[in-house]
């Protein structure tokens, strides 16, 4: 990571989208150090919690922590699914006690979306709740897993099972960031970034569709366009609802089906494979349902095929499908044996369906082997 030829970016050189009054996503390239500003001036004592992948980011980081005055604490966790376990939280946990971290310290969380779902859990289990900033260097933290507060850890029982709302201090998302990725991993972030659209942006739809290379550009304005569209879908849904007592919900499209296989995986297929798939059978069910329109089902494979994610789940003609439903019922929206899905009545017209006839839940899960 390097200082940026022009020097450090202004204030002008940022979207600002706000959650509610709560707090700010700031949205640009080459701010990543602004983290640090967000931080309230009593904070004395900051743990840095990273992957290895962010360990030259969090360092720079930690240096303008340091400069500040204040004292930096780097802390690394595994990448991806691997960070977020009950050892993992213990770990953060013990570094926060032997430095004697209180209420006026703060976390930062820097890397992917399981970075940023841990940094939170750490952040907000520790005394009951201390300050987090999260710096989302993937596309699906940007527009997904650092915006909202919700943080958690997955157990064997199912993913996200533990956690807590707790909102961040800010996020600070740096779309130069994304330069860095690799192309599979961009890939995969833009499962949600065409979920946002299906639920309630069909310009983000249009804007793929018309040109999916331009929208996995990391250098191009497309893809900070689609970038800023989707953080501010979701931020006006969790300002609106933060405990997902209703409306929030809506954010889970395409998830229960998702987080079951990523479960029955063994967490071995990448969130964004996952949801896509999860996509692809929310709107089969919503068809078979009555409920999405033809076209609009048909819309999905063809816009998540054109980005290179995947459409169809490999093991649909095998034995899969009876732990698939048994992890389905775990979903979060569920309400004792009553399975809820959120399906679409139309583009951005999401909608719950309850209870539905288990036959048809298999009938659209036979729909991705084909």
């Known amino acids: 990571w390097t200082i940026w030829p022009s020097g450090r970016p202004s204030m002008a050189d940022l979207v600002r989208v706000g ?21 309230a001036d009593w904070v004395a004592k900051v743990l840095v919690v990273h992957a290895p992948t962010g360990r030259d ?22 990448d991806a699914e691997a960070a977020k376990t009950p ?21 930062i969380g820097v890397g992917g979306g399981a970075v940023t779902d841990v940094a939170g859990f750490i952040a907000a289990t520790w005394l009951r709740g201390v300050a987090v900033v999260q710096v989302p260097t993937s596309l699906v933290g940007m527009v997904d897993a650092a ?3 919700k943080t958690g850890i997955n ?9 807590s ?14 330069n860095t ?23 983000t739809i249009e804007l793929i569709e018309a040109d999916p290379a331009a929208a996995l550009d990391p250098a191009g304005d497309v893809l900070a366009e689609l970038v800023e569209r989707s953080i501010r879908v979701k931020a006006a849904v969790v300002a609106a609802d933060l405990r997902e007592s209703s409306l929030r919900e809506i954010l889970n499209y395409g998830h229960t089906f998702a987080h079951a296989v990523e479960q029955v995986e063994g967490y071995s297929w990448r969130h964004g494979n996952a949801v896509s798939v999860g996509l692809v059978y929310a709107a089969a069910l919503g068809r078979l349902a009555g409920r999405t329109p033809a076209d609009v089902a048909a819309r999905h494979t063809e816009i ?67």
């Open 165 to 178: 709302f707790h909102p961040p201090a800010g996020v600070v998302c740096d779309i130069a960031t994304l």
């Open 147 to 149: 915006v909202g507060g």
């Open 304 to 370: 998540l095929t054109s980005l290179g994610l995947p459409v169809t789940y490999p093991s649909a003609g095998g034995q899969a499908w009876p732990r698939l439903l048994t992890a389905m019922r775990r979903d979060k929206k569920s309400r004792g044996a009553l399975l809820r899905f959120v399906v679409l009545d139309d583009l951005a017209t999401p909608g719950r369906l309850e209870g539905p006839d288990e036959a048809l839940l298999e009938a659209a899960f036979a729909e991705l082997a084909s």
């Open 19 to 39: 959650v509610g009054d709560d707090y700010d996503v700031l949205v640009g390239r080459g701010i990543a150090t602004f983290a640090v500003d967000l931080l």
């Open 155 to 163: 157990t064997a029982e199912g993913k996200n099972l533990v956690g």
């Open 87 to 107: 050892i993992v939280a213990a770990q953060a946990w013990g570094v926060l006690g032997q430095a004697g971290f209180t209420r006026s310290d703060a976390v």
């Open 181 to 203: 990725l690799p192309r599979a991993e961009l890939v995969a972030g833009m499962d949600e970034v065409v979920k946002h659209g299906f639920i309630a942006d069909p310009r």
């Open 57 to 78: 980011l969090a360092a720079l980081l930690a240096a303008r922590i340091e400069a500040g005055g204040r004292t930096a604490y780097l802390h690394e966790v595994p």
